[in-house]
């Protein structure tokens, strides 16, 4: 089992990208997904958690920018970013609990001019 990560780039202040996390591999369940993110000299941090298709958690900094939504077909999770900040550049990961078991992806950089 796999998750890729991309979408991620060079973006201006208050402007939007979406992340894409594709899982693959040998898959019957994905019960958990979420998106974390890491900022130079900082620690990781949750961005934001969906169980079973709801959204569970979405940290208080990005609460009405950012969504987590899934395509179960495509086995993809998704963070769709507005109203970027300079304060958003990280390195964004995603995981998934896939068969019970965690996994990460590889990160992707997020990178907010001002």
């Known amino acids: 089992v796999q998750l890729q990560a991309s979408g991620g780039g060079l973006v201006q202040a208050g402007g939007s990208l979406r992340l894409s996390c594709a899982a693959s591999g040998s898959i019957s369940s994905i019960s958990v997904v979420g998106w974390y993110r890491q900022a130079p000299g900082e620690q990781r941090e949750l961005v934001a958690t969906?169980?079973?298709?709801?959204?569970?958690n979405t940290a208080d900094s990005v609460k009405g920018r950012f969504t987590i939504s899934r395509d179960n077909a495509k086995k993809t999770v998704y963070l769709q970013m507005n109203s970027l900040k300079p304060e958003d550049t990280a390195v964004y990961y995603c995981t998934a609990r896939i068969n019970g078991r965690y996994y990460w992806g590889q990160g992707t950089l997020v990178t907010v001019s001002s």
């Open positions: 969906a169980i079973n298709g709801a959204v569970a």
